[in-house]
C-alpha cells in the first residue's frame, strides 16, 4: 500500500475552484424550458380561522397557476416526527392558522415580478383568536388550543426525564443549595443563499433540485404528500450556499410547494425566497428557559442537580423532540454528578415554528449549566477555576445517563492549557486593578463543555447508514453518499478519508452529486456525524475495494497512487463494475435503553475549554469581545484549515448569539426579518480568534476523528457573559445581552452593594 499521507493535511477543497471560478450552479442559476416562477400567500394573523378567501378583479388570475390544499394528491402534512404541521392551511369552513406566514395557498407565474402584486392582492377574511407567544403562557394554558396529537400535554410536543441516583436525599443532606434561572433567544441562521428549489411534477413522478441538507428527507415528505413510492420521487441537491441546520427540515416545505405547482401546471416550477421571507417564515434556534437546582458541600462537590429545560417549539413540532433530547442529556454539563434530575419540556406557541440550529438544544443547556457554575463559586468560596476542577468528569466516570467514559478524558488539562494560552490568571489579576476607576470595564471568564458527536441513543441504528465507492473507467473512485456539501468541507474531508484508506490519489477522488437516485441513504448532513459516521464508513468501504481488488490480483500488498489507479480502470475494464458498499454497525460497547432514556448516548464526546476576553464600555453600556481562544479535543484533525475555519466559524456565531442577534417579535411575527435590522456582528466585530487543538483518537472515527462542526456553538455565550460579569461585578443570565440591557442593571445597581452570596443561596 501506499504510505502516502491525506488525513492530516491541508489539501485544496474539492468545490473550491468551481466556487473561485464562479462556475458553481446554485438553484437559482438553473433554469428549465417553460419555467414559472412560484409564490406563496401567507397568513397575517398569528391565531384564528379563515373565514373567506377573495380573489379581486384588477389581477388577470387566469394567468397564474393558483394552487391549495385540495390540490395536494397525497396526505396534507409534512413528513418528520409528528404529523401536525399542514403542507397548506385547507382552505374551507373548519380552516385555521396556528402562526403568522402559515401557508395558505400558492400561486405561480412566468414572470416573477407580477407574483408580487398577486400575493398581495389576494383578500383573506380571518376571524382572529388569542394567541400564545411565550413558553409562562404555554405552560399555564388549560385548554387545547391546536388540536394535534401531542406527548403529554396538548400543548407540549415533547418530555423528557432523566433521573439517576438519590436526588432528594442530596439535597437534605447538602451544606448549600443554589438556584437558578437562565434564558437564551431565537437566532436566525442567515446563510448566505436563501431557501429556493425547482420542481417539475406528473401524476406519477416528482423530481426537485434544490438548496438543502438532506435530501432524503426530502424524498420522505413529497412521497407521502404526493402518495408516491421511492422510486417516483427524486430529490437532488444543488449546491447550496450555508445552512447551519436551517435547510434541515424547512426544505421538504419548499419542495412540497413548488412541487405542487408544478403538478398543477404541468411545468417546471422555480421558488426561490427574498431574505425578508426567508427570516420571517422559517425556522430559528429554539429560545429556551433553563432553571437549576444545585446540592453542593461545604468543600465544593456537586451532589446533585434538578434541572428543568423548556424550548419554545413554535407552532408545530418540527425537529423540537431531537432539540429536547440533546438539550436533556447536555443539561448537566462536563461534570461529574452522584444524583441527576432533569425534566424537559417543548411547548408549542403561535410562531413559526423552531427548528434546528447548529448545536440543537445544546447551546441552550450549555449556557446554563456554565453560567450557574459561576454562582456555584461564589456561594462555595471557590475560584470558577477551582470549582469546575473538582468536579469535572474524568476517565472513567460517568455521565447524566450513566454512559461510562471509555475513550481518554483530561479536562483539567485542556483547562490548564486553554487558561495558560489565554494569559488568564494574569489579565484577570490586571484588570481586576484596573477597573476601579476605568470607564471601558475588562473582564475574562471562560466556559468548559463537551458535545456529544452522532445521533442521540439508538439514532443511528435506526439510520442504518449506507455508503458506497465506485471505481470508474478513468481509474477514478467516486464517493456515493448522500451527505450534502454546503461549505463545511464535506466533499473534502471524505475524499481524504476514501484516499488515504485505498491509498489512493485525493486527485482521483470524487464525490457524487447527492442526487436520490443515485447514492444510498448514508443520513443527514447534521449531529457531527458526518466526519466521524459517514466517514468511517467510507473508511471501511476503501478497504472493502482494495480487497476486491487484491481478489482479482490486480493489486499487491504495496503499491503506488498510480498503480491504484490503473488497477481500477483494468477492473472496470475487465468486469464491467467495481462497487464496495459499507452499512453502518454500531460498536459492541455502545448501548441506549430508549425506556429508561439512560445509557450511552453518544458513540464519544468532542470536550473543549473556551476563553473569552470582554470589554464593556460604561458611557455606552456597549459589550464586545477583545480575544478569544478555543481550545477542543476532536479525536484526529483531518483537515487543519477546514477544522479551525469550522471552529472560528462557529465562535463568530456564539458572538452573535451572546450580543448581538435579537430577534424581535409582535404577536409572533418578526419584525426585523432584514440584515439592515437583524443584527450580526460583522468581521470589524470579531476579535482575532485563537484555535487549539488537542488529539486524542477515537477508535470508531475515521482514522481517529470525531465530529466538530456543533461544538463551536456552545461555549462563546457562557464564556463571554462569565466575562462580562467578571467586568462588571453584575451576573447577566439572558442571551443576547443587548446594550439596553447592561444599562437597565447598571442604573438598578446603582448605589448598592456586589450581589452577595445570600441572593442565591439557602443554607440547608
Known amino acids: ?80 416526527f409528528l404529523e401536525d404541521q399542514p403542507l397548506l392551511v385547507p382552505v374551507g369552513p373548519d380552516a385555521r ?26 383578500e383573506i377574511e380571518y376571524e382572529p383568536e388569542p394567541g400564545v407567544f411565550s413558553i409562562e403562557d404555554s405552560e399555564s394554558l388549560k385548554e387545547v388550543i391546536w388540536g394535534s396529537v401531542r406527548s403529554g400535554n396538548a400543548n407540549t410536543f415533547k418530555r423528557f426525564h432523566l433521573e439517576r441516583g438519590e436526588v432528594d436525599r442530596a439535597f437534605a443532606e447538602a451544606d448549600f443549595i443554589v438556584e437558578g434561572e437562565y ?22 413522478h416528482v423530481t426537485v433540485w434544490g438548496s438543502m441538507q438532506c435530501p432524503f428527507y426530502v424524498h420522505r ?22 445552512a447551519f441546520g436551517g435547510k434541515e427540515d424547512y426544505p421538504s416545505i419548499l419542495a412540497g410547494h413548488c412541487a405542487l405547482l408544478a403538478l398543477k401546471s404541468g411545468r417546471p416550477v422555480k421558488m426561490i425566497y427574498d431574505r425578508a421571507e426567508d427570516m420571517a417564515a422559517t425556522t430559528k434556534r429554539h429560545p429556551s428557559r433553563t432553571r437549576h437546582r444545585t446540592a453542593v458541600n461545604k468543600e465544593g462537590k456537586l451532589l446533585a442537580c434538578d434541572i428543568e429545560v423548556v424550548i419554545d417549539g413554535g407552532a408545530y413540532a418540527t425537529l423540537s423532540s431531537t432539540v429536547c433530547s440533546r438539550a436533556t442529556i447536555h443539561a448537566a454539563g462536563a ?54 476542577r473538582r468536579n469535572f468528569l474524568t476517565t472513567g466516570g460517568t455521565t447524566a445517563t450513566g454512559q461510562l467514559l471509555r475513550d481518554p478524558v483530561d479536562m483539567g488539562g485542556l483547562l490548564d492549557q486553554a487558561l495558560a494560552a489565554a494569559g488568564y490568571h494574569e489579565k484577570r489579576r490586571r484588570f481586576a486593578a484596573e477597573n476601579a476607576t476605568a470607564i471601558i470595564k475588562r473582564g475574562i471568564g471562560f466556559a468548559a463543555f463537551m458535545h456529544g458527536a452522532g445521533f442521540t441513543g439508538s439514532g ?66 447534521v449531529a457531527s456525524r458526518t466526519a466521524m459516521i459517514v466517514g468511517k464508513l467510507v473508511e471501511r468501504a476503501g478497504h472493502a475495494l482494495v480487497e476486491t481488488l487484491r481478489l482479482a490480483e490486480l493489486l499487491g500488498e504495496r503499491y503506488t497512487p498510480a498503480e491504484f489507479c490503473a488497477s481500477v480502470r483494468r477492473h472496470v475494464e475487465r468486469f464491467g463494475e467495481l462497487k464496495a458498499y459499507e452499512r453502518y454497525k454500531a460498536p459492541g460497547t455502545i448501548f441506549w435503553d430508549d425506556q429508561k432514556y439512560m445509557g450511552d448516548a453518544y458513540p464519544t464526546y468532542a470536550w473543549a475549554v473556551y476563553v473569552a476576553e470582554v470589554a464593556v464600555d460604561m458611557t455606552t453600556y456597549t459589550p464586545s469581545v477583545s480575544e478569544f481562544h478555543a481550545l477542543q479535543e476532536v479525536g484526529r484533525v483531518l483537515h487543519p484549515v477546514l477544522a479551525a475555519g469550522q471552529i472560528e466559524g462557529g465562535v463568530a456565531q456564539g458572538i452573535g448569539y451572546a450580543l448581538y442577534e435579537e430577534v424581535v417579535s409582535e404577536q409572533g411575527r418578526m419584525l426585523n426579518n432584514q440584515m439592515t435590522n437583524y443584527i450580526m456582528p460583522t468581521s470589524a466585530d470579531l476579535p482575532e480568534i485563537h484555535v487549539h487543538f488537542a488529539e486524542t483518537p477515537f477508535a470508531h472515527g475515521p482514522f481517529g476523528a470525531k465530529g466538530i462542526g456543533e461544538l463551536p456553538m456552545d461555549g462563546p455565550a457562557p464564556a463571554i457573559l462569565n466575562a462580562i460579569e467578571d467586568a462588571t461585578g453584575i451576573a447577566f443570565n439572558e442571551v443576547p445581552l443587548m446594550p439596553e440591557d447592561v444599562f437597565a442593571a447598571v442604573h438598578a445597581r446603582a448605589g448598592q452593594p456586589r450581589e452577595s452570596d445570600a441572593l442565591i443561596l439557602t443554607m440547608s
Open 1 to 80: 500500500m501506499s504510505t502516502e499521507r491525506v488525513v492530516g493535511t491541508n489539501v485544496p477543497r474539492k468545490e473550491g475552484p468551481a466556487k473561485v471560478l464562479g462556475t458553481a450552479k446554485y438553484v437559482d442559476d438553473l433554469t428549465l424550458p417553460g419555467m414559472l416562477h412560484g409564490a406563496t400567500v401567507r397568513s397575517s394573523i398569528a391565531r384564528g380561522k379563515i373565514l373567506s378567501v377573495r380573489f379581486p378583479e384588477r389581477i388577470a388570475w387566469d394567468e397564474f397557476t393558483i394552487a391549495t390544499a385540495e390540490d395536494i394528491p397525497g396526505r396534507n402534512f409534512v413528513a418528520m
Open 97 to 122: 392558522v396556528n402562526h403568522p406566514e402559515e401557508p395558505i395557498l400558492l400561486l405561480a407565474h412566468a414572470n416573477r415580478e407580477r407574483l408580487a402584486e398577486a400575493v398581495a392582492a389576494v
Open 183 to 204: 434564558r437564551t433567544g431565537a437566532q436566525e441562521q442567515l446563510y448566505i443563499e436563501t431557501n429556493g428549489m425547482i420542481a417539475e411534477a406528473d401524476a406519477g
Open 221 to 242: 415528505a413529497l412521497k407521502a404528500m404526493f402518495g408516491l413510492g421511492d422510486e417516483a420521487v427524486r430529490v437532488i441537491q444543488t449546491e447550496t450556499g450555508g
Open 335 to 388: 461534570y461529574q454528578w452522584p444524583a441527576v434530575r432533569v425534566r424537559s419540556s417543548a411547548v408549542a406557541t403561535n410562531t413559526p415554528p423552531s427548528g434546528a440550529f447548529r448545536g440543537f438544544g445544546a447551546p441552550q443547556s450549555l449556557f446554563a449549566i456554565e453560567r450557574h457554575m459561576e454562582k456555584i463559586a461564589r456561594v462555595v468560596g471557590l475560584t470558577p477555576e477551582e470549582l469546575r
Open 460 to 525: 443511528e441504528r435506526y439510520l442504518n447508514s449506507l455508503v458506497g465507492l465506485e471505481g470508474t473507467r478513468e481509474g477514478k473512485v467516486r464517493v456515493l453518499v448522500s451527505s450534502s456539501e454546503f461549505g463545511q468541507g464535506t466533499n473534502t474531508i471524505l475524499s481524504q478519508i476514501a484516499a488515504e484508506a485505498m491509498g489512493a490519489d485525493y486527485a482521483d477522488i470524487e464525490v457524487a452529486q447527492p442526487d436520490t437516485s443515485v447514492v444510498p441513504n448514508s443520513g443527514p448532513t
